[in-house]
């Protein structure tokens, strides 16, 4: 079991930066990476970005490559998503997520391949 807590949500305008974090706690060690997903009101949950454990390899969304930066520290169990050039389109509940073990990489964008899921932190981009 892996619990994971997101943090760092908040109000923004648009064109600002916002940075979440995820602390991840529980038995971690199986887990080669942690990332992010988000959904909006009314829409699909969407892949966000990934990074692993070992590696620190980086996967991206088209929507949010150049934008976003995910970023890990292995001692605090933590990931982070530092969010720059927000717009209102980003405006939703980001939520922090952990497989138990490894996803294959056709299955890597896919909620399915997640078992742990935080409670969601709220990102809100107004213009």
């Known amino acids: 079991q892996i619990q994971l807590v997101e943090s760092g949500g908040g109000s923004v305008q648009a064109g600002g930066s916002l940075r979440l974090s995820c602390e991840a706690s529980?038995?971690?060690?199986?887990?080669?990476?942690m990332g992010w997903f988000r959904q909006a009101p009314g829409r699909e949950r969407e892949f966000v970005a990934v990074i692993t454990w070992i590696g620190a390899n980086t996967w991206y969304a088209d929507s949010v490559k150049g934008r976003f930066t995910i970023s890990r520290d292995n001692a605090k169990k933590t990931v982070y998503l530092q969010m720059n050039s927000l717009k209102p389109e980003d405006t939703a509940l980001y939520y922090c997520?952990?497989?138990?073990?490894?996803?294959?990489?056709?299955?890597?964008?896919?909620?399915?391949?997640?078992?742990?899921w935080g409670q969601g932190t709220q990102v809100t981009v107004s213009s």
């Open positions: 529980g038995r971690t060690s199986g887990s080669a990476l």
């Open positions: 997520v952990a497989p138990r073990g490894r996803p294959i990489l056709s299955q890597m964008r896919s909620r399915d391949a997640y078992d742990y």
